[in-house]
């Protein structure tokens, strides 16, 4: 007679523990991406079917067009979110790298104090903040500017990359641009040709959190702004009709701020991961 083999406690423990660990996973991700199906089924649905519970219905882009007419007028806030977030970025990396590789490479007066002031600046509450920047920019005539957005944007992104990139150059062992120096380079010319390269994935996480940030800001821009500044988040709370809140049109405002978050990421995860690892490196 043949003996079936009866799986111990522990064998029947470890062979459910990757079920709920999927089912886990699974729930977890229907929390997270619930609201995003949400967001994009509710900017295709016909207003009246706004709250209906349901996936089926007829695709309509009347929320898409009419997010671009008076009073919402999504085209000229999405110029300005792509303004004051390219000339964030345009500022905030090149600034970044520099400090970043000061700080990595040269020995200041107190050590590595100074790196923690720099991110020690973030520590206030930008509700505190806001106040003295709102005085400034008045007393400047700079209120409702996009300069003034990217003025603040710098304010909290350039510490926090400076951080990230520095993390990422003390990974790096100096022998490189020593040896580049040695063949006859100068050390800007050891910087560019050899170091950033290699540091490239790390300035490209810095350049993802640096725009998502930027894109995302709502607070300085809605006390900063009242009409031509306004950026997208900002317009995206204040879509209201004579009816009340607009959700169709604040979901077809969604997807506009959801879309080149999603386009970025695909393109430079990679490098985005990698970035945060080898940065966490010491």
Do not use: C
Not at 38 to 45: D, G, L, N, P, R
Not at 108 to 126: C, E, K, M
């Amino acid at each position: 007679m043949t003996r079936t083999a009866v799986p111990s406690r522990g064998e029947a423990a470890l062979w459910r523990r990757p079920r709920w660990r999927t089912i886990l996973i699974w729930l977890v991700a229907i929390i997270w991406f619930a609201p995003v199906v949400w967001i994009v089924a509710t900017a295709f649905k016909p207003r009246a079917d706004v709250f209906a519970l349901t996936l089926l219905f007829k695709p309509t882009l009347h929320s898409l067009v009419a997010a671009f007419a008076p009073p919402f007028l999504v085209g000229a806030r999405l110029w300005n979110s792509i303004l004051v977030t390219a000339g964030t970025l345009v500022i905030a990396l090149p600034a970044s790298t520099v400090a970043a590789y000061a700080f990595s490479r040269f020995r200041f007066p107190g050590g590595q104090i100074w790196p923690l002031v720099l991110l020690a600046t973030q520590f206030l509450p930008p509700v505190i903040i806001v106040i003295p920047l709102f005085v400034v920019f008045k007393n400047l005539d700079l209120l409702d500017t996009r300069f003034a957005l990217m003025v603040v944007n710098l304010s909290f992104i350039v510490p926090y990359a400076t951080w990230m990139i520095k993390g990422f150059f003390d990974a790096l062992p100096p022998d490189m641009e020593e040896a580049a120096q040695i063949d006859g380079a100068s050390r800007l010319r050891a910087i560019w040709d050899v170091v950033v390269p290699v540091a490239l994935p790390g300035i490209a996480a810095a350049a993802i959190f640096s725009f998502v940030v930027s894109w995302n800001e709502f607070f300085y821009a809605l006390v900063l702004t009242r009409d031509h500044a306004v950026t997208l988040p900002v317009a995206l709370m204040s879509a209201r009709t004579e009816q009340g809140d607009a959700w169709d049109i604040m979901a077809s405002m969604g997807l506009f701020i959801i879309a080149p978050m999603l386009l970025i990421s695909r393109f430079v995860q990679r490098y985005f991961v990698k970035g945060l690892v080898s940065g966490a490196v010491r």
